[in-house]
């Protein structure tokens, strides 16, 4: 164990009063992914602690959604960085706070986003400053705060990327699984919006005359439904239809909501023309449908997190936990910097469980191990 590591492990490790304190501070703010007052009231918090250890935030402006905060502890060579990421959005609405904020129960902590991933903003925070108070390493440690990731980062997207062209390693602190494993491989994933327009017509008095874009809509679900192959990870699911106006009019218009997994980049670039193709056909004559997507994440393939992965499996060996890597079909962040080839890993947050749901928790004496084994992989980066 190299000093630096040493110092790190032990700044960190009488931390988890202090750690739990943030967590409770950083929860107890909405911060719906629509609320960008909200975002960036966690954002000025985030920027008042690493402040007051003098470390520099950049704050990077957004219109419609929180602003994205670079912070950066700098190296003692010109090297390229060392990446955390964490996004400060939650999927909870603006009043959830008042009506269900921190609470605590035994070694358990709870409220919205406390584990997705308001305890995964902590220990990114906690391991830049445990960085810093040892004086820094060779090469700079970046951590970059995102404000819309549970709505596919829309304007995150173009900082993440251009944050991870120039790192030598990506840390994604979404949370750890209820396993206590990390995550080494997750499915890329996108959602798109099917129109279909039609022909309207008395089905009494006219029927011929109408083209049924509900007809039209439902044949297509079956081709695109029929593109599943659980062997090769390929998921389709339309999970929302509307259409038609009323029992006795042929349907003029329909609509649908297509959710779409994949695990390989490979795989994305041949199914979305095939897709595309489905919904173009022109399945009822005197219809016609087109397709937009409405948001898209990468996969993170286990290619690129092997590296990472067995640099913090040592780096939790030192610091005492076993762990593992596992493979998840959620999408997040880390797919968008694995697909640029930069090794990547994921779900190195503190542990916790039933994420988006009401009873969404945090194991609190994770805190400071999970924080220790991440800030000590980033020490060991040659
Ligand atoms: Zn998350």
């Given at each position: 164990?190299?000093?630096?590591?040493?110092a790190?492990?032990?700044?960190?490790?009488?931390?988890?009063?202090?750690?739990e304190?943030?967590?409770?501070?950083?929860?107890?703010?909405?911060?719906?992914?629509?609320?960008k007052?909200?975002?960036?009231?966690?954002?000025?918090?985030?920027?008042?602690?690493l402040?007051?250890?003098?470390?520099?935030?950049?704050?990077?402006?957004?219109?419609?959604?929180?602003?994205?905060?670079?912070?950066?502890?700098?190296?003692?060579?010109?090297?390229?960085?060392?990446l955390?990421?964490?996004?400060?959005?939650?999927?909870?609405?603006?009043?959830?706070?008042?009506?269900?904020?921190?609470s605590?129960?035994?070694?358990l902590?709870f409220?919205?986003?406390?584990?997705?991933?308001?305890?995964?903003l902590v220990?990114?925070?906690?391991?830049?400053?445990?960085?810093?108070?040892?004086?820094?390493?060779?090469f700079?440690?970046?951590?970059?705060?995102?404000?819309?990731?549970?709505?596919?980062?829309?304007?995150?997207?173009?900082?993440?990327?251009?944050?991870?062209?120039?790192?030598?390693?990506?840390?994604?602190?979404?949370p750890?699984?209820?396993s206590?494993?990390?995550?080494?491989?997750?499915?890329?994933?996108?959602?798109?919006?099917?129109?279909?327009?039609?022909?309207?017509?008395?089905?009494g008095?006219?029927?011929?005359?109408?083209a049924?874009?509900?007809?039209?809509?439902?044949?297509?679900i079956v081709?695109?439904?029929?593109?599943t192959?659980?062997?090769?990870?390929?998921?389709?699911n339309v999970?929302?239809?509307?259409?038609?106006?009323?029992?006795?009019?042929?349907?003029?218009?329909?609509?649908?909501?297509?959710?779409?997994?994949?695990?390989?980049?490979?795989?994305?670039?041949?199914?979305?023309?095939?897709?595309?193709?489905?919904?173009?056909?022109?399945?009822?004559?005197?219809?016609?449908?087109?397709?937009?997507?409405?948001?898209?994440?990468?996969?993170?393939e286990l290619?690129?997190s092997?590296?990472?992965?067995?640099?913090?499996?040592?780096?939790?060996?030192?610091?005492g936990?076993?762990?593992?890597?596992?493979?998840?079909?959620?999408?997040?962040d880390?797919?968008?910097?694995a697909?640029?080839?930069?090794?990547?890993?994921?779900g190195?947050?503190?542990?916790?469980?039933?994420?988006h749901?009401?009873?969404?928790?945090?194991?609190?004496?994770t805190?400071?191990p999970?924080t220790?084994?991440?800030?000590?992989?980033?020490?060991?980066l040659?």
């Amino acid at each position: 164990m190299s000093d630096i590591t040493g110092a790190v492990l032990s700044w960190l490790a009488p931390r988890a009063g202090e750690m739990e304190a943030l967590l409770r501070r950083l929860v107890d703010i909405d911060s719906n992914s629509f609320d960008k007052a909200g975002t960036d009231a966690v954002g000025d918090a985030i920027i008042e602690v690493l402040a007051a250890d003098g470390i520099a935030v950049e704050r990077i402006r957004k219109q419609g959604f929180g602003d994205v905060l670079r912070a950066e502890v700098p190296g003692k060579q010109a090297n390229s960085y060392a990446l955390m990421m964490g996004h400060r959005d939650t999927v909870f609405k603006k009043g959830t706070v008042a009506t269900r904020g921190y609470s605590r129960d035994g070694n358990l902590a709870f409220g919205p986003g406390v584990c997705d991933m308001k305890a995964g903003l902590v220990a990114n925070i906690f391991a830049l400053c445990a960085i810093k108070a040892a004086g820094g390493l060779s090469f700079p440690v970046v951590a970059l705060f995102t404000a819309d990731e549970e709505i596919g980062s829309p304007t995150g997207r173009a900082e993440i990327e251009t944050a991870a062209r120039g790192a030598r390693a990506v840390f994604n602190s979404e949370p750890g699984r209820v396993s206590g494993n990390v995550v080494t491989g997750r499915k890329g994933g996108g959602s798109f919006h099917i129109t279909v327009k039609g022909r309207a017509a008395h089905s009494g008095v006219n029927h011929k005359d109408g083209a049924s874009a509900i007809e039209a809509l439902a044949r297509k679900i079956v081709r695109l439904h029929a593109l599943t192959n659980y062997d090769t990870g390929i998921t389709t699911n339309v999970g929302v239809i509307k259409g038609g106006n009323t029992h006795n009019t042929v349907a003029p218009w329909a609509e649908a909501e297509l959710d779409l997994r994949f695990v390989t980049l490979e795989q994305h670039a041949r199914i979305v023309p095939e897709i595309e193709k489905i919904v173009r056909a022109e399945d009822v004559p005197g219809t016609s449908a087109d397709i937009k997507p409405v948001a898209m994440f990468l996969p993170l393939e286990l290619k690129h997190s092997e590296a990472l992965f067995a640099l913090y499996k040592d780096a939790a060996a030192r610091v005492g936990f076993t762990v593992d890597g596992e493979f998840t079909g959620g999408c997040a962040d880390s797919g968008f910097t694995a697909a640029l080839g930069v090794p990547t890993l994921c779900g190195l947050g503190p542990v916790g469980g039933k994420a988006h749901t009401d009873e969404e928790f945090c194991r609190l004496d994770t805190l400071v191990p999970r924080t220790q084994a991440l800030a000590a992989t980033i020490c060991t980066l040659t």
